[in-house]
């Protein structure tokens, strides 16, 4: 049972906008900045969005993050094929002093 | 380049010891927390444990007392050292950076190396 979380999987058609939630408490999500990391299918994972809505150099705009109080989501707009990945929250937790992640979501680009 | 390179997996029967490596080059090693990060086959991410740049340590409840994490910032290597080895300990294991401080991103990630625990 993962501290964080997420549905097991979502899916969209190409071009279509998919959002992903990630649900925590107030020692980690209401607390801390909430991270978004992809891992595609035999690779390791990558980070996707930093502090809640921040991306990384050479993350496309397509990718967006929010937070509000002790939850959080990923946006995937303009679906593409090679979107087709697992996705994991993470946050800091005060109170297990750890950083903790969601389940994943397996997100399927029907 | 930014290249963690991890090594030192393999297979240990249960109760048994393991020390994995993570080699760093192309950043400032000493600046940066780093951290394990592990993934069982077909489950999701599992944090393991992290030491800042200060050498401060941090460890989740699955593993402390276990694993002894630590850093040699002169060899630019991090290290696991995984003792009392069990059949759930089975998994890929991640090495991965973040900077300024433990709770940052982590920014870096290496390929893995797989851990299985089996007699």
């Known amino acids: 049972q993962s501290v964080l979380t997420q549905p097991p999987s979502a899916s969209g058609t190409p071009g279509q906008r998919v959002t992903i939630s990630c649900s925590g408490s107030?020692?980690?999500?209401?607390?801390?900045?909430v991270n978004w990391y992809q891992q595609l299918p035999g690779t390791a994972p990558k980070l996707l969005i930093f502090?809640?809505?921040q991306r990384p150099s050479g993350v496309p705009d397509r990718f967006s993050g929010s937070k509000s109080g002790t939850s959080a989501s990923l946006a995937i707009s303009g679906l593409q094929s090679e979107d087709e990945a697992d996705y994991y929250c993470?946050?800091?937790?005060?109170?297990?002093?750890?950083?903790?992640f969601g389940g994943g979501t397996k997100l399927t680009v029907l | 380049e930014v290249q963690l390179l991890e090594s030192g997996g393999g297979l240990v029967q249960p109760g048994g010891s393991l020390r994995l490596s993570c080699a760093a080059s192309?950043?400032?090693?000493?600046?940066?927390?780093m951290t394990w990060v592990r993934q069982a086959p077909g489950k999701g991410l599992e944090w393991v444990s992290t030491?800042?740049?200060?050498?401060?340590?941090y460890y989740a409840d699955s593993v402390k007392g276990r694993f002894t994490i630590s850093r040699d910032n002169s060899k630019n290597t991090l290290y696991l050292q995984m003792d009392s080895l069990r059949a759930e300990d089975t998994a890929v294991y991640y090495c991965?950076?973040?900077?300024?401080?433990?709770?940052?991103?982590?920014?870096?990630w290496g390929q893995g190396t797989l851990v299985t625990v089996s007699s």
């Open positions: 192309g950043f400032t090693f000493s600046t940066y927390a």
């Open positions: 030491i800042n740049t200060g050498s401060n340590t």
């Open positions: 991965a950076a973040s900077k300024p401080y433990s709770k940052s991103p982590l920014g870096y």
């Open positions: 107030s020692s980690n999500i209401g607390t801390n900045t």
């Open positions: 502090s809640n809505n």
């Open positions: 993470a946050a800091w937790d005060d109170s297990l002093n750890g950083r903790v």
